[in-house]
C-alpha cells in the first residue's frame, strides 16, 4: 500500500490549501482515511479522518469549522481542504490508513502513511 500526499505549501494566514493523498495498492474504497499533523517539539495529532463510504467523519476541535475531509473513491484518493489557515496551522501533514472501513484516534491504529507535506502559514 502506498500513500502519495501533495498539496503542501506557504500560505498566509487567512488562506486556504488543499491537500491531496492519492492511494495506491488496495481497495481504496474499502477503508477508512485520516489526516495527522506534527508541528516542530509536539506529539502527531489527527485533524481530520474519514470512513471508508465517505458518510462519517471527524475532525479535531482545533480545526472543527475551518478543514474539510472528502473522498474521491473513484480517483482513490482523500482531500483536506483547509480554509481561515492559523500560524499555529503549521506542520507536517502525513495522510494514513488503518486496515478498517472506521476510522481510528490514535496513529498507533493506523497501518500505512504518506511521506508527509508540509504546510507553512505566515502572520
Known amino acids: 500500500v502506498q500513500l502519495q500526499a501533495s498539496g503542501g505549501g506557504l500560505v498566509q494566514a487567512g488562506g486556504s490549501l488543499r491537500l491531496s493523498c492519492a492511494a495506491s495498492?488496495?481497495?481504496?474504497?474499502?477503508?477508512?482515511m485520516g489526516w495527522f499533523r506534527q508541528a516542530p517539539g509536539k506529539e502527531r495529532e489527527l485533524v481530520a479522518a474519514?470512513?471508508?463510504?465517505?458518510?462519517?467523519?471527524y475532525y479535531a476541535d482545533s480545526v472543527k469549522g475551518r478543514y474539510t475531509i472528502s473522498r474521491d473513491n473513484a480517483k482513490n484518493t482523500v482531500y483536506l481542504q483547509m480554509n481561515s489557515l492559523k500560524p499555529e496551522d503549521t506542520a507536517v501533514y502525513y495522510c494514513?490508513?488503518?486496515?478498517?472501513?472506521?476510522?481510528?484516534?490514535?496513529?498507533?491504529?493506523?497501518?500505512?502513511w504518506g511521506q508527509g507535506t508540509q504546510v507553512t502559514v505566515s502572520s
Open positions: 494514513a490508513s488503518p486496515e478498517s472501513g472506521s476510522y481510528y484516534y490514535t496513529q498507533e491504529q493506523y497501518d500505512y
Open positions: 474519514i470512513s471508508w463510504s465517505g458518510m462519517s467523519t
Open positions: 495498492g488496495r481497495t481504496f474504497s474499502s477503508y477508512a
